[in-house]
């Protein structure tokens, strides 16, 4: 069902490794009825593909770093002129910006309406992607504590066995956790609240709680935008 609000049709995801963004971006992309950019994803497929951005950015993203700013800049700018050239009813982008400097060129190609924080604890966080396994043929994600495929580490959707994330082991998590996001993402969210564009979910609870809250704090501020959720 699409939420009828005019006001939040441009949202960006926020939130640490393992938070959960992408497993609630699939699903709010759906309600909401916006295309859905992952950048994680875009970049794991280069690195698949073996594209020259690909080549770059494999070992930024072995090491847990930020994948260099042009080149992520220059993904995220074609995506976006894609999305606009077929129709631009506006976009749920997930994994940018993450810093401010990626914050300023995004305001340099588009607005936003919501920057949408989906808050996890570290604790949570390393209990959760220590436990993530991904299927690499069809791309759908698992966790072996609150998400099991139906057979032991095998795809339900295509029979594929499932792997780990290369940058899911604890010392690249750790690292995600503490520069990626305690680092460069809080300066960001600071910047967001201050702009009034921030919404902060608690993502502790179970998936669909989750994305129970992400609805209805949506539709809280559609509502009081002057909305017709
Ligand atoms: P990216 O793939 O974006 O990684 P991330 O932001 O660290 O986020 P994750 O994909 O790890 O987690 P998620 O929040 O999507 O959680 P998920 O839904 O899978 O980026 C990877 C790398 O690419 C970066 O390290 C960097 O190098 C590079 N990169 C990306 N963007 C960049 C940018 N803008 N600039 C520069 N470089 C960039 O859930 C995690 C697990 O928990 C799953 O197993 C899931 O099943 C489970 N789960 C989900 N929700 C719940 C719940 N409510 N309860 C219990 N378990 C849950």
Not at 18 to 26: I, L, V
């Amino acid at each position: 069902m699409a939420m009828g609000c005019a006001g939040a049709k441009r949202i960006v995801l926020l939130g640490p490794p393992g938070a959960g963004k992408g497993t609630q971006a699939e699903r709010l992309a759906r309600h909401l009825d916006l295309p859905l950019i992952v950048t994680g994803d875009l970049l794991r497929a280069a690195v698949r593909e073996g594209t020259p951005l690909g080549r770059q950015a494999k070992a930024y993203m072995d090491r847990g770093e930020l994948v260099p700013h042009e080149l992520v800049v220059a993904l995220i700018r074609e995506a976006l002129q894609k999305i606009e050239v077929e129709g631009g009813k506006g976009f749920l982008l997930d994994g940018f910006p993450r810093n401010l400097a990626q914050a300023q060129a995004l305001e340099g190609i588009t607005s936003i309406d919501v920057a949408l924080l989906i808050d996890v604890p570290r604790e949570e966080v390393v209990r959760r992607l220590s436990a993530r396994r991904v299927c690499e043929r069809c791309g759908r994600v698992y966790n072996l504590l609150t998400q099991p495929p139906q057979r032991d580490e095998i795809c339900d959707a295509c029979g594929e066995k499932l792997t780990q994330r290369s940058d899911d082991t604890p010392e690249v998590v750790a690292k995600r956790f503490d520069v990626q996001y305690n680092q460069e993402a809080q300066p960001l969210i600071e910047s967001y609240r201050q702009k009034g564009l921030l919404l902060s979910i608690d993502g502790v609870g179970s998936v669909e709680e989750v994305f129970g809250r992400i609805v209805r704090a949506l539709e809280g501020r559609c509502a009081g935008a002057g909305g017709s959720p």
